[in-house]
């Protein structure tokens, strides 16, 4: 009489209701079931870790794909901005030293006097393109501010010298605009 482990059992056989080799056969067919089950488990948990893995690289993959993608953007606009300035540009070579605010820091360019005068009219802007200073007509500054607003450094607003402020008590007093500082 082998030791039995389970009352249950120890009782169906003084019973008669099952032998010894039926017990052993229901204890061996118990033990692979709990080991099926644990490789079953382990397969499952296996299966699960790398169905999480595949779903962090994609992941990963859409991140850096939206990031090559925005970069591929970002030099787009910075050809399309360049291209603008080239085919736009006006010649910066001049006598006329023209000071301007650049993120705070003042900064300088030497223009000509009609150049100077356009500038300070809104007729001519200042760019800044891969850290030099370029002028281009407003109406090009308009276009590659819609483009990135930072590469414009300085575009003053358009004023029509004929039109003139009545009420304004200072009209009759002019102003110098040959000022330089």
Known sequence: MPP?????????????????????????????????????KGAAAEKTGIQQAQAEKAARDRALNLQKKE??????????I?????ANRQPADGEVLFNFADGGIVKRIYVTEALRKRI?????????LDGKYELVPADIAERIAARDASCVVLKNAQSQSGEENRDDPYAAYQVPDDLMW
Do not use: C, F, T, Y
Request: hydrophobic share 40%; glycine share 4%; proline share 2%.
């Open 82 to 86: 360049r291209q603008l300035v080239e």
């Open 120 to 128: 300070v009219q809104g007729q001519i802007a200042i760019v800044k």
């Open 4 to 40: 039995m482990s389970n009352p249950l059992q120890e009782q169906l056989r003084k019973a008669g209701l099952v032998n010894d080799k039926q017990l052993k056969k229901a204890q061996k067919d118990l033990r692979k079931e709990r080991r099926h089950a644990a490789e079953n």
């Open 71 to 80: 970069a591929d953007e970002r030099k787009a606009l910075i050809a399309q």
